[in-house]
Nanobody, 122 residues
Framework: QVQLVESGGGLVQAGDSLRLSCVAS????????TGWFRQAPGKEREFVAY???????VYADSVRGRFTISRDNVRNMVTLQMNSLKPEDTGVYYC????????????????WGQGTQVTVSS
């Protein structure tokens, strides 16, 4: 069993930065693909970025060049550095872990955190 706990959300203005963290329990976390997803009010949960156990990364087109995902397998932590934030980045951000090499679909992930709210004002 893996538990994921996100932190770092908040209310910021357009153009600001935020750094989200996801801390995981479980000795094998370092072998999992870990992703960030977000959900805006009234919309489906969407893919933001993921990082593999060997630190390959993939980003959604909407965040590429502005967001950076990284991981520290010793500390069981994955972070999402978000720069140049836009109002359309507003939503609840979720950390997720996949034991089967998941990629960009929510159904490919086995464990989810409770989410952290990010609000970007214009």
């Amino acid at each position: 069993q893996v538990q994921l706990v996100e932190s770092g959300g908040g209310l910021v203005q357009a153009g600001d930065s935020l750094r989200l963290s996801c801390v995981a329990s479980g000795r094998t976390f370092g072998t999992y693909v870990t992703g960030w997803f977000r959900q805006a009010p009234g919309k489906e949960r969407e893919f933001v970025a993921y990082i593999t156990w060997i630190k390959n990364t993939v980003y959604a087109d909407s965040v590429r060049g502005r967001f950076t995902i990284s991981r520290d397998n010793v500390r069981n932590m994955v972070t999402l550095q978000m720069n140049s934030l836009k109002p359309e980045d507003t939503g609840v951000y979720y950390c997720a872990a996949s034991t089967t090499g998941g990629r960009m679909r929510t159904t490919e992930y086995d464990y989810w955190g409770q989410g952290t709210q990010v609000t970007v004002s214009s």
